[in-house]
């Protein structure tokens, strides 16, 4: 899988590709997380300690972001989910949302004119979240891009866009409390009115806990989260799923990750493999 978009020579990428090949049949001696969560923080901090123009550290950002997805295929790891734009983020000033979504839609149409390599590649992209709250063309590209990959299955791209913690849990609940519902009548009460009759609507303390977790957005749950710039918040990120979780907070800032930072999180996840599994049972 190729993602890189600089210009060196073929001979270094090719020879940065067998090193990689090396490493990774040394770690592959050993268990690999199914699935990577990253927290892409300290994009905005990168241009700034750089002096690069408004919206250069989200353009860097996104070139690492795209090193970081082929480290994790070429690994063998089966999901990666990326935090990329929180309901909070709304909260920033509208030029600053406003370039954040036009990059977004810029990065997902030419996901879609690449779509043949991406399904070549057997790459599934889902976006996740409270998807409504995305402008009319990004929620149109995203479903697009999602249509064209859906029966890919090698690797999966979760992106978490419009999404809280919250939220998600907040939506787990009202769906699965819509699954209880046994049935919803219109009758009439006698004096020509309608009302709706619910027969044996049952409490929310009966909704199971497998029911929750089948109605949240990301699944399965994530073996490590990475969040870089040495922040260890998890700022409404995942707060269900990374329970039997490690985390991993690099001082990076995201547009300085690099393959040594992957490695690191998957040695780290390999260490305390037996207890997270142990934990896992206990869990059960």
């Not at 949302?97 to 390599?117: A, C, D, F, P, T």
């Not at 070549?120 to 976006?127: L, M």
């Not at 209880?180 to 044996?200: A, F, P, Q, T, Y």
Request: charged share 25%; aromatic share 10%; with cysteine.
């Amino acid at each position: 899988m190729e993602l890189y978009t600089g210009e060196r020579p073929s001979v270094f990428r090719l020879l940065g590709k067998y090193m990689r090949k090396g490493l990774y049949g040394i770690l592959t001696q050993g268990p690999i997380p199914t699935h990577l969560a990253f927290i892409l923080d300290g994009n905005r901090r990168f241009a700034k300690k750089h002096k690069l123009p408004e919206g250069g550290g989200h353009k860097a950002g996104f070139l690492a972001l795209l090193n970081v997805l082929t480290y994790c295929y070429e690994l063998g790891v089966k999901y990666a989910t990326i935090y990329a734009f929180s309901i909070d983020n709304f909260r920033r000033k509208p030029h600053e949302v406003q370039y954040v979504m036009n990059l977004m839609l810029e990065k997902i149409e030419g996901m879609i004119m690449e779509e043949s390599i991406i399904n070549a590649y057997d790459i599934c992209v889902r976006f996740v979240g409270n998807l409504k709250l995305l402008d009319e063309p990004l929620k149109t590209a995203a479903d697009k891009i999602m249509r064209a990959t859906a029966k890919n299955s090698k690797f999966v791209l979760l992106l978490a866009v419009c999404y809280t913690s919250t939220d998600e849990i907040v939506h787990a609940v009202e769906e699965s409390s819509k699954d209880k519902l046994k049935s919803n009548e219109i009758c009439n009460d006698g004096n020509g009115d309608c009302v709706i009759k619910i027969e044996e609507m049952e409490s929310y303390s009966e909704i199971k806990l497998v029911e929750l977790e089948r109605n949240t957005y990301i699944n399965p749950y994530p073996d490590v989260l990475i969040r870089t710039s040495g922040e260890t918040r998890l700022s409404n990120y995942l707060l269900w799923q990374t329970t039997n979780c490690i985390l991993y907070s690099p001082h990076a800032l995201w547009p300085e990750i690099g393959l040594r930072h992957v490695v690191w999180s998957v040695i780290n996840f390999q260490r305390h493999y037996s207890y997270l599994e142990k934990h896992k049972e206990y869990l059960k």
